[in-house]
């Protein structure tokens, strides 16, 4: 239950990191409470999901940025 979380430890102008965001549940719940988010993922599968997700819903995003390092791809979603 990431609304909960977010009520309790961020403020309604603030922003929500989440390192490893999956397809973005948290990122969504931020945006339902009035907060911006950045997700990270390492698996471009999770992260191709939470850009549908966050595209469709109501959330947005702001960009995805794809960086590589070492080999390993990271992409990032940052919510609006």
């Known amino acids: ?3 909960r979380c977010i009520l309790a430890s961020c403020p309604p102008d603030g922003v929500v990191l ?3 965001c999956g397809t973005a549940t948290t990122l969504i719940a931020a945006r339902k409470l009035g907060r911006r988010g950045i997700g990270i993922d390492a698996s ?3 992260l191709k999901q939470a850009q549908r997700r966050l ?7 702001r960009k995805v940025v794809d960086s590589r390092r070492k080999g390993r791809e990271q992409l990032t979603l940052e919510g609006v």
């Not at 595209?55 to 995003?61: F, N, Q, R, V």
Request: no cysteine; hydrophobic share 25%.
């Open 18 to 20: 989440d390192p490893f």
């Open 1 to 3: 239950e990431p609304e």
């Open 44 to 46: 471009e599968n999770y």
């Open 55 to 61: 595209t469709l819903g109501d959330a947005g995003i």
